[in-house]
């Protein structure tokens, strides 16, 4: 059985979007400014590396309703997953299939239930914990993360989605990795289970 | 002239003190897991070039004046500072003298007058700002400081005092250095004074 990973970027004052998220402004104000670092500035080696890290395992996602509503636009025909999307939502939806082996599967049973179709779509594969910040959050809670890629961009927003608001204070993260590139630094944690599983 | 430090730790959601500071509680509820990493887990080679880099060259300190209410006593009689720390308070007191260079004179004219204070004492040395988060504030949003040490305590405190709310979202922060301890990420930033002195 694969690993459930969650990946993520955040301001140095905690958030993943900017204020006043929306169908124009998907990051919020200013929240573009976050993948800045996904683009531009860190050297090819670490980006490959770390492209690599991100999908290379990944055999199923799992995100927010509200993400997908503001993001299957924006990705396109082809989205960048390549594997099932696992959709946490309360309304039901049909199942869109796009190229490449992208699909959103809406589940309305809950994080659980979810985690369980997309544990057994990845296989041996791991699963990738995708966002928003909400999603992130219940599955932190229910002690379901395994590692946490956190990507800290040199940024102050200001406002916005904060990713740790709501998550419980007795998680235990042990350092396993750290980056440092021009527009963020790159954190890897594991989540200690004992901790949040008890 | 030196530079203008300020050297903070920071929880993970972003806090530098957990909810319900007092007297009783000095770093809040759950705030003294911030500072573990001084005190152990990390490699003495690490502590030592760390504890070099804070103190080794700091001519002066400048401080809130409640942080100072509330570290005076726990500090002693021979305080960790061995330099003249300005406090900025708007309630005049008379300068306290401890051994072992340290005192604490109190200035009422604002954070200006504590900072030209401090570097005419420090001379060729450095100025650390040493918080509380309001002051480190200010500081930052007057484009007044030059490094900023950040330590991203791996923990959640989920409440208490947040280090960069009110922080100007244009600070321009550049990555110098990122060390990775099992407490603790030690960051460093130059502030880009080009965003914030304008």
């Not at 204070?169 to 590139?181: E, Q």
């Given at each position: 059985m694969g690993k459930v990973l969650m990946e993520i970027t955040m301001s140095l004052d905690g958030y993943v979007?900017?204020?006043?998220?929306?169908?124009?402004?998907?990051?919020?104000r200013g929240g573009e400014r976050l993948h800045e670092w996904m683009f531009a500035g860190e050297s090819s080696d670490d980006t490959d590396r770390r492209e690599t890290d991100h999908f290379g395992n990944v055999g199923a996602l799992i995100?927010?309703?509200?993400?997908?509503?503001?993001g299957i636009g924006?990705?396109?025909?082809?989205?960048?997953?390549?594997?099932?999307?696992?959709?946490?939502?309360?309304?039901?939806?049909?199942?869109?299939?796009?190229?490449?082996?992208?699909s959103y599967i809406f589940v309305t049973e809950g994080i659980d239930a979810a985690m369980a179709r997309a544990r057994e779509a990845a296989g041996e594969q791991?699963?990738?914990?995708?966002?928003?910040?909400?999603i992130d959050r219940q599955y932190l809670n229910a002690g379901l993360i395994d590692e946490i890629r956190l990507h800290l961009a040199h940024i102050v927003l200001g406002g916005g989605t904060p990713l740790f608001a709501g998550?419980?204070?007795?998680?235990?993260?042990?350092?396993?990795?750290?980056?440092?590139?021009?527009?963020?630094?790159?954190?890897?944690?594991?989540?200690?289970?004992s901790a949040v599983r008890s």
């Open positions: 979007a900017g204020p006043d998220v929306g169908p124009d402004e998907v990051m919020g995100m927010g309703r509200r993400m997908v509503d503001l924006p990705w396109g025909e082809e989205p960048p997953f390549h594997a099932p999307c696992f959709v946490v939502t309360h309304r039901p939806a049909e199942t869109i299939v796009k190229k490449g082996g992208t791991d699963v990738m914990v995708n966002g928003g910040a909400d998550v419980r204070p007795d998680l235990r993260l042990v350092p396993i990795r750290a980056t440092h590139g021009p527009l963020a630094t790159h954190l890897t944690y594991r989540l200690d289970a």
